[in-house]
């Protein structure tokens, strides 16, 4: 089987073609393949063994669905996630209003919602414990609620963001207070975290 790349769909890239894209039987899709296209959905097939970085993260692409007999990929809802549905991998980046990641997840990858400018809240499970670089730039998110339990979350997962304590906390909290866990409180009591655009943080602190 040979890789989908950019120069395999020049026509996508060019904004010609609008509407499904049917991915031919290729073991592979390249990195960022579906960058400046107009596809509005995305059907992975069963051959696919690979999906690179912001592979399907066209702007107007809405849905993503994988064929069932694919091994290694799954879609719930229209997101791409692996064959376990434990890693969530590539949210439609016209995806718009809230999201509830899924509780079997435990890990959202790189870039995960990057370029999602329709989302504007997302409730993140307990089970997830990692979540990846980038993985929320670029979105339209005002909240972001993140479940109990330890968490490792990379210092680039929110750009832009500043953290508040769900315990009526008055003070930001940086990536580096965050060790990759959850924040206690001085009651000793795990609580789980809100977070907020920095272009919102002086209103919601004051």
Avoid at 22 to 46: F, K, Q, W
Avoid at 55 to 76: E, K, M, T, Y
Avoid at 125 to 139: E, L, N, Q, R, Y
């Amino acid at each position: 089987f040979r890789c989908l790349g950019i120069k395999d769909i020049p026509w996508a890239r060019r904004g010609r073609v609008s509407g499904d894209l049917r991915i031919p039987d290729v073991a592979a899709v390249s990195d960022y393949a579906l960058t400046g296209s107009s596809v509005t959905s995305v059907h992975v097939p069963e051959t696919v063994r690979m999906i690179g970085r912001e592979a399907l993260s066209g702007p107007d692409v809405a849905f993503i669905s994988v064929d069932f007999a694919n091994r290694l990929f799954s879609s719930v809802d229209g997101v791409l996630f692996d064959h376990t549905g434990k890693v969530l991998i590539q949210a439609p980046c016209a995806m718009n209003g809230g999201y509830a990641v899924p509780d079997p997840v435990t890990d959202i990858g790189e870039s995960a919602f990057k370029g999602c400018g329709g989302l504007v809240s997302v409730t993140i499970p307990g089970t997830v414990d990692s979540i990846g670089a980038d993985a929320f730039k670029g979105t339209g998110l005002t909240e972001v609620v993140i479940g109990d339990g330890p968490i490792a979350i990379d210092p680039d997962a929110f750009q832009g963001f500043v953290f508040l304590i769900d315990e009526g906390a008055d003070r930001p909290l940086g990536m580096d207070e965050i060790p990759g866990h959850r924040y206690t409180g001085t009651d000793g009591i795990l609580y789980p975290i809100i977070f907020y655009p920095a272009s919102r943080a002086s209103v919601l602190i004051d």
